[in-house]
């Protein structure tokens, strides 16, 4: 398995069990539903918040990542779960993860990939 499959695989793990076991938590028929969305040809993986709650609409994007030059690039976490942790557990290192949610000057300083 080449390096790039390595990284789809790992993402797609992790966003799989996320969302299985986010969905099995919801308590209603009210609650939005999770759609995980996955391009594996062009490397983006996304995870959204779709549905109503409380007469109103939601839409969000929970999780946002792309696979770009070997890396994973994580461009959207606004849920607490602790996405970058899990990656890092499945056997990829820092300098493998670029955090694209903070600009270029802060990345430099964060440990990981800057790009």
Partial sequence: ??????L???VREV??????KAQSNSSTADTP???????????HYQVL???WENRKRV??????LDIKNEKIWVQQNISDFDLV???MDRGVSSSEIVLAFQSSLLRQHSGFAVA
């Fill in 8 to 10: 789809r695989s790992i």
């Fill in 85 to 87: 942790q899990e990656i």
């Fill in 33 to 43: 539903e999770l759609q995980l969305l996955m391009d594996s040809k062009r490397d």
């Fill in 1 to 6: 398995m080449d390096k790039v499959d390595k």
């Fill in 49 to 51: 918040l779709v549905g």
């Fill in 15 to 20: 966003l799989e069990n996320y969302t299985e």
């Fill in 59 to 64: 839409y969000a994007p929970i999780f946002h």
